[in-house]
């Protein structure tokens, strides 16, 4: 039974507003454009939709990934664009997650459909070939002008913050004239989130260009190019390399290009038809065809088509040579297109495409250039040392390397994380890398001038990186007291990548409230216009003001005097922060205030009542002594790295809890009425400090192989989880073996079951191949050892 | 096929390289490239569909 098939390639708009003239669907073998309507019809868009969905339902596919193609496809307008992605949604969305893409050549890119891609959570890829000089041998308008301004116009535009998170990645087709050096600069100035390289598409019949004298020019181009990003910190994920990286390790393949995956994926053109992979188009006239078409066919019918079911078949169906080769398995005989090597003797019939014949049971017309490219790769690896320091492009070119110092986590303090609590130390460490991340995030906010549409609320943005910068120097104690708080990372994060229908204004004008926090701490002067939200003027670690409404505006000055208990404003009353301070606690805030805390999936509570507060205060004090007295080694670790606990709105007989990754030293809990709060809040404390812990553990170190798409049937939980979530729910269920333990014979029961689920799921894990990485193996070992031991 | 979003994938190495920003003043950190590299890789960190981004926890009692 053929693979069922996750990602489709629909064609919206068949024509181009340029004339590139490496372009595989007008310049190519393939002539099929011609014939084909410019525009997809809505009938077809929803009969694509739903042979999509069926498929989906019938194979239980959990997501689908649709990308937007042409031609240009944003050539089709806003109008049709958005009745497409409605029908789209409509159609797919209630069987599966659908993961919408669009591919663009970037010349039509403006603010309003960067704001569509926001509203439909579409990501765009965009094509360019590198520096101007070598965009334009191709990238032409078809009066031959340059196309590199307009594209690199619409680079510019989703880099700004918010719509960055709508920037998929670039895609660059090479070409030996251009100097890859240059070229990998100048993809990496457009800061793109990934990066894909393609080779020119050739066959045997039309081989690619190379100079003579030269046996893989393209292999020693693309080392080239790998050097440059090793060298630059492999900070852009490039796909190629990734492949190959990855496929070694016998994980998948990213790209159809290398690797022995089955082939995932369909093209639906403008008039309905199923195709095969676009660079099909290449081969010969009517090479990607099938035959079929959305109204008459399913996608389980066209994925039994010869064509396609022989790609599905792994290293079998490779030619002979191929099988033999010792890197099969990394280049999986290239790109099918490139194996083409026409047989006089083959009658085609070009409606119906290439039946998977003799004519591709070839090695790859670069199968030379893949071959020198992946020995030469993966010996760089085995040779690769790990850097210890970070360098920039320009202490490249000069020699010298950077000295600013990196976080790293000691060797005993891993070890000592390993065995559930962690020490005070380390968890100190993880702290000092959120905050260093915090105060590089707020930076960023300040430094992102664009986009603004309030210029009251830019000022008060201004005013307040103005008195920020200045008590960074002052009083830099007081400052990163304010950074370090849960929200204010989750806060800078969210104006960065700012969510659809966020008031990005309004958003970013919150540093003013920073900075007056910060100067409240301080115990300085100081006056300046705050951001009114809903009722509310905050300051993060302080209070808020509730505003008041008579005045108007979308600001309000306050103002703070030195040794006053709040900040004051006209008219107004003060809500302020609620500290339990004293032992077991270095200094915990209930946060029921801060405008940022609703990030931890169940919704937060409003502002308690003064009777709901001293609840918690009294709850929360005893949860907190029982883990001292049971468990005094996670209690240290839990008081030196807990900041914050945000109260969720209570849901009668069901404990909820969690933990968001923006928001180190937070957890979310919702409080159960009429129970014994003490025992119940002890282990929601310690379950979700283990997830705070364990989430800038995996942001220091890569504990599992991020390709892995495997997921653990888990005993904790109904649904099938990532490696991620099974290390999470062992590492919590590891602090609960403990707590359970101390307890005693009145726990026992639980905690042989909960020691059971650590074992069950340490061992799966290292059992199972190409999961872990070798210092994953060590976390995990290092579980399922301590799953064992007392801890004290 | 066209498309560079599918598959993303995080360097072993990158886990390696979060700068120690602490004592810096605030100013020179919104103007350095390094910095600006590191919040980047950090949002596409937090995007990246492999990682957990909320662990929550909900049992009847």
């Known amino acids: 039974m053929a693979a069922p098939i996750s990602q489709y390639v629909l064609k919206v708009h068949g024509w181009c507003n340029l004339a590139c003239d490496h372009c595989y669907v007008y310049e190519h073998a393939d002539q099929s454009w011609r014939a084909k309507p410019r525009i997809i019809s809505p009938k077809i868009a929803a009969m694509a939709a739903k042979r999509i969905s069926e498929h989906a339902a019938a194979h239980r596919l959990k997501d689908v990934c649709v990308v937007l193609h042409g031609g240009e496809p944003l050539l089709l307008g806003k109008t049709r664009m958005r009745a497409l992605l409605d029908a789209l949604i409509s159609g797919v969305g209630p069987v599966a997650d659908i993961d919408l893409r669009i591919q663009s050549n970037g010349i039509l890119l403006d603010e309003e459909w960067c704001d569509l891609f926001r509203e439909y959570r579409l990501r765009v890829g965009v094509s360019l070939d590198g520096d101007k000089t070598a965009n334009d041998l191709h990238r032409k308008f078809v009066d031959g002008r340059s196309s590199y301004s307009q594209v690199v116009a619409g680079l510019t535009l989703l880099r700004r913050p918010e719509y960055r998170h709508t920037y998929a990645g670039i895609l660059c087709t090479i070409d030996l004239a251009n100097d890859p050096v240059t070229v990998y600069q100048a993809l990496a100035a457009q800061e793109p989130p990934n990066l894909d390289l393609l080779l020119p598409h050739a066959t045997w019949e039309h081989p690619p260009y190379r100079p003579i004298g030269q046996e893989h020019p393209y292999a020693d181009w693309l080392m080239q190019f790998y050097w440059c990003w090793d060298r630059d910190g492999r900070r852009i994920p490039i796909r190629i390399f990734n492949s190959m990286l990855s496929a070694a390790r016998g994980g998948v393949s990213f790209t159809e290009a290398l690797g022995t995956d089955p082939a995932d994926l369909l093209v639906i053109d403008t008039n309905g038809d199923w195709e095969q992979a676009d660079s099909m188009k290449t081969a010969f006239d009517g090479a990607a065809a099938t035959g079929m078409n959305v109204f008459d066919n399913s996608v389980d019918e066209v994925c039994a088509h010869p064509a396609i079911a022989v790609r599905q078949g792994g290293v079998e169906v490779l030619s002979a040579i191929c099988r033999a080769c010792p890197v099969v398995n990394v280049c999986g005989g290239g790109l099918y297109a490139h194996r083409f090597r026409p047989d006089p003797h083959t009658r085609r019939r070009s409606n119906t495409g290439s039946i998977g014949s003799a004519e591709f049971n070839h090695p790859s017309v670069y199968c030379t250039d893949l071959k020198a490219l992946i020995i030469a790769a993966l010996a760089a690896e085995r040779g690769r040392t790990m850097p210890i320091t970070a360098r920039t492009p320009a202490d490249r070119t000069s020699g010298k390397r950077e000295t600013r110092p990196i976080h790293t986590l000691p060797a005993e303090s891993f070890e000592s994380l390993t065995t559930g609590p962690g020490d005070v130390a380390s968890v100190d460490v993880l702290a000092s890398m959120r905050l260093s991340e915090a105060r590089s995030l707020v930076a960023m906010v300040a430094a992102s001038e664009a986009g603004w549409r309030d210029m009251n609320l830019r000022a008060a943005a201004a005013e307040g990186w103005t008195l920020l910068r200045a008590l960074s120097r002052d009083h830099p104690r007081e400052v990163d007291e304010v950074l370090a708080h849960p929200y204010v990372y989750a806060w800078a994060v969210r104006c960065l990548r700012p969510p659809p229908h966020a008031d990005i204004d309004l958003d970013r004008a919150h540093l003013a409230g920073v900075a007056a926090a910060a100067a409240f701490h301080a115990g300085i002067s100081a006056e300046l216009s705050l951001p009114i939200r809903g009722r509310y003027v905050h300051l993060p670690t302080v209070g808020a003001i509730v505003s008041d409404p008579s005045q108007g505006g979308r600001t309000q000055i306050i103002r703070i005097m030195p040794g006053q208990q709040r900040p004051v404003a006209r008219g107004s009353r003060w809500r302020s922060a609620r500290y339990l301070c004293g032992p077991p606690f270095r200094r915990l805030v209930v946060e029921d205030l801060d405008p940022f805390r609703d990030c931890q999936g169940w919704p937060a509570s409003g502002r308690l009542s003064s009777p709901e507060w001293r609840r918690w205060r009294r709850d929360l004090t005893a949860a907190e002594q029982r883990l001292v007295d049971k468990v005094p080694g996670y209690a240290r670790a839990l008081a030196a790295g807990l900041r914050a606990v945000v109260p969720l709105r209570s849901v009668t007989d069901t404990r909820r809890s969690a933990t968001a990754r923006q928001a180190f030293g937070a957890v979310a809990i919702a409080r159960l009425d009429g129970r014994a709060q003490d025992s119940e809040l002890s282990e929601l404390l310690l379950h979700e400090f283990q997830h705070v812990k364990l989430n800038v553990l995996l942001d220091m170190h890569v504990l599992f192989h991020p390709e892995c798409g495997i997921r653990f049937h888990v005993p904790w939980r109904a649904d099938p989880r990532p490696v991620e979530g099974v290390l999470h729910g062992i590492y919590a269920f590891l602090a609960l073996t403990h707590l359970r333990r101390a307890e005693g014979p009145a726990a026992h029961a639980t905690y042989l079951v909960y020691r059971s689920w650590v074992f069950r799921m340490t061992d799966e894990l290292l059992r199972t191949r190409n999961v872990l990485t070798s210092i994953g193996e060590r976390f995990v070992n290092g579980m399922a050892v301590a799953a064992e031991s007392e801890v004290t | ?61």
């Open chain 2, 1 to 61: 096929v066209d498309d560079v979003t599918s598959g993303v994938s995080r360097d072993e190495t990158t886990a390696e390289r979060s700068l120690d920003t602490r004592g810096v003043p605030l100013e020179e950190l919104a103007t350095d490239a390094d910095v600006r590299r590191m919040v980047t890789r950090i949002l596409d960190n937090m995007e990246e569909p492999s990682r957990v981004r909320v662990a929550s926890f909900q049992s009847n009692v």
